[in-house]
């Protein structure tokens, strides 16, 4: 019930959050970022900031697996089909995405809230309400269905999504690996999520595929817990299977600042700061980094964020390309979306901090505290100077003192009216002369600060700034290939913005020799000799239940706290013995 409460409250806020979007306030220091970081052309410019003006069109996929996915796609263009006229504004007939396999993707000419909330538009709702709970369709954004495709998974692979909530992706990779379900070769689908609350909201999107092959789990991702294989018995081939891996393909769609989620949430224009994207970066290189160590030796790791800011991207791609160097390589994933248009990576940007912009916002906002503050006291005395007078006298004062209070507030008004008309004066003065020089000059002009290198960066700002999210050489970016990397830029493809990086783990020359290793030690036998290694074992067994009795017979003989003296060690040896949170598990049986 607390849950069903806090989800409609978040509703009702991010309702009430929706503004118009012919109102959207502009942010000088998102544009000039942007510009600066992105190096678009004008023309390129001006469509990217007209298509996050405009709302986010309505999405969904057909389910691969559904038996009438054809008589689905008329009855769609029965719906939809057509251009329609709603609230005086022409909707497009629906579209098809060309880059989707099999034609299953489709775009509606409308975003959801007008599809929510028009009477035209009811009929098409209820149908797409009907089919989405049936689990025939899902809803979910055009670039959201970009990183499971850039996996390329297979039926009979093994893969984890280390931050699945809202469940939209794994789905999407669990229509894929159900089709093995029977097969000599299973594939599973590990979906985990920190927030156990979103883990509900996880398994409730993916029970309507009604498979067995998937697993919820709820870990922090960074600290996801090793899972050794079957045939992991002797200490070489833990070793071996340890520094590989066991998972076929890994998503890390990790949490990022989500400023390319504009068109959807406007509300975000005005938060917007580049320290939130730059305080993002450890924890999202911690998620990565334990997502290539999760992953098998030829896997493929995809790294997605629904953020354009190359602090969370490509800052992030680079260190781990730094720190797994030869054993990690870049892949283009354009070859499994051969349609879907995209920019390709960049290999050099800007590290700007606003933290000066902040401070000054807040300066003015302390000294009218302050000067709150004094009045507040002077009005104290004064009450208090009031109280020891007659009661003609103090009524008297106190007539004196709100009209008094309504003249100084009347001054304070048109003091900060006069204040704000200079502001609004000096800063289209400003805009006039910005919009002649470069983004980085524009980002200056407002009061950033500029780090060239990780030594300029302050003291109390190193933590937050760190060195390596600075871009890489002109030696590093060689090699690095970072031109492989998807920028999804919103004019584009008509979406939000994205990004998407495919790596794949390559095993490093001693892993060879460990797993030759691992060959030699473990010996073929017989079918006789495991019939006699079966046998001593049971005897094994037998004798150590024997003696246990023995043991539980004298022990019955003893008062209970030397019983508890006795039994207390082999507790303490085991929870030792257990290495933290890994866990022996044969994937077979899940």
């Excluded at 502009?26 to 900031?49: C, G, P, T, V």
């Excluded at 251009?83 to 007939?93: C, D």
């Excluded at 807040?362 to 109280?387: A, I, P, V, Y």
């Excluded at 919103?490 to 390559?506: I, K, S, W």
């Amino acid at each position: 019930k607390k849950r069903k409460e806090s989800q409609q409250e978040w509703q009702n806020q991010r309702q009430s959050n929706r503004d118009e979007y012919s109102t959207l306030p502009r942010n000088e220091k998102f544009e000039a970022f942007y510009q600066a970081q992105l190096n678009l052309n004008n023309d390129d410019w001006n469509n990217f900031m007209n298509s996050l003006s405009k709302p986010l069109p309505a999405c969904f996929r057909i389910n691969p697996e559904y038996p009438f996915r054809n008589e689905l796609k008329q009855q769609l263009q029965e719906f939809a089909g057509q251009s329609q006229i709603v609230n005086g504004i022409e909707i497009a007939p629906v579209e098809q995405l060309k880059w989707y396999p099999n034609g299953d993707g489709y775009k509606l000419g409308t975003d959801r809230r007008t599809l929510r909330k028009s009477d035209e538009l009811e009929r098409l709702h209820k149908w797409m309400i009907q089919h989405t709970d049936s689990g025939n369709i899902t809803r979910q954004e055009a670039v959201s269905m970009v990183p499971p495709l850039a996996l390329n998974v297979s039926p009979n692979h093994k893969c984890l999504d280390m931050c699945a909530a809202p469940g939209s992706k794994t789905s999407q990779l669990l229509e894929v690996v159900t089709t093995s379900l029977g097969s000599e070769d299973e594939g599973i689908v590990i979906a985990n999520d920190a927030d156990t609350d979103r883990a509900y909201m996880l398994v409730h999107q993916c029970r309507r595929i009604n498979s067995p092959l998937l697993m919820v789990t709820t870990h922090k991702g960074q600290e996801f817990p090793t899972i050794f294989p079957e045939f992991a018995q002797n200490s070489v081939a833990i070793r071996s299977s340890r520094a590989s891996g066991i998972f076929d393909r890994v998503l890390c769609d990790v949490p990022c600042s989500g400023d390319g989620t504009l068109r959807k949430q406007p509300n975000i224009w005005a938060k917007w700061g580049i320290s939130s994207a730059a305080s993002l970066y450890p924890l999202q290189l911690q998620i990565a980094e334990r997502g290539i160590r999760l992953v098998k030796y030829g896997g493929i790791l995809v790294y997605s964020t629904c953020s354009m800011s190359p602090y969370e991207d490509e800052a992030v791609v680079a260190q781990l390309l730094r720190a797994n160097k030869g054993t990690l390589e870049l892949i283009d994933a354009r070859e499994f979306i051969p349609n879907f248009k995209c920019r390709p990576g960049i290999s050099s940007w800007y590290v700007l901090d606003d933290s000066k912009i902040k401070q000054k916002g807040k300066s003015k906002n302390q000294k009218s505290s302050s000067t709150n503050n004094e009045e507040n006291d002077e009005n104290q005395d004064n009450q208090t100077e009031d109280q020891n007078n007659n009661n003609d006298q103090e009524n008297n004062n106190e007539e004196e003192k709100v009209e008094a209070d309504i003249e100084e507030k009347k001054e304070e008004q048109e003091e900060k009216e006069e204040e704000n008309g200079e502001e609004e004066v000096e800063n289209n003065e400003g805009m006039e002369v910005i919009d002649e020089v470069n983004g980085l000059e524009k980002c200056l002009k407002l009061g950033m600060t500029h780090f060239q290198s990780f030594s300029d960066v302050p003291e109390h700002l190193q933590k937050r700034y760190q060195k390596f999210l600075f871009p890489p050489t002109p030696e590093e970016a060689e090699w690095m290939h970072l031109e492989r990397c998807l920028r999804c830029l919103p004019q584009d493809e008509d979406t939000g913005g994205f990004f998407v990086c495919a790596m794949r783990r390559l095993p490093p020359p001693q892993y060879t020799e460990l797993i030759n290793q691992a060959n030699e030690t473990s010996t073929t036998v017989t079918t006789s000799t495991v019939i006699n290694n079966q046998d001593e074992i049971n005897a094994n067994s037998e004798s150590n239940n024997n003696s246990n009795e023995n043991e539980n017979n004298n022990n019955d003989d003893k008062p209970q706290s030397q019983q508890h003296q006795q039994q207390q060690p082999q507790q303490n040896t085991r929870r030792s013995g257990f290495g933290g949170p890994r866990s022996v598990v044969d994937l077979k049986q899940w």
